[in-house]
């Protein structure tokens, strides 16, 4: 578990070709790299899939929408699937929606 910020953590669970990366708290400046890290550890074992689970994570800022967008990016040049589920807060959903990261979440918002 990784821990940087107040409350911000991340655990990660591996399975079958496929791994979730539990995030807690707020993804923000102080917070963005530790999870791109965090991250970019799980793609270097070439997993199939790889789900970051958001239904801890209180507020996304844009250094953490772009955190996302540059692992988006390298997930899909390595072949494998990065998506976002669990999206609670409305806050994130508004910021994903803006930025139109919408093809990151599962499910897809519908509208």
Do not use: Y
Not at 2 to 15: E, I
Not at 57 to 69: K, M, N, Q, T, Y
């Amino acid at each position: 578990m990784a821990v940087n910020g107040d409350d911000f953590r991340t655990s990660v669970a591996r399975w079958d070709g496929q791994v979730t990366v539990a995030v807690t708290g707020e993804i923000d400046l102080a917070t963005a790299a530790e999870l791109e890290s965090r991250v970019k550890e799980c793609l270097a074992r070439r997993p199939r899939r790889v789900d970051l689970d958001f239904a801890q994570v209180r507020f996304c800022d844009c250094s953490g929408a772009d955190a996302l967008e540059r692992l988006h990016r390298r997930a899909r040049e390595e072949g494998v699937l990065l998506t976002v589920t669990n999206v609670r807060a409305p806050i994130v959903a508004r910021l994903f929606g803006l930025l139109r990261l919408d093809d990151l979440v599962e499910p897809r918002p519908s509208g």
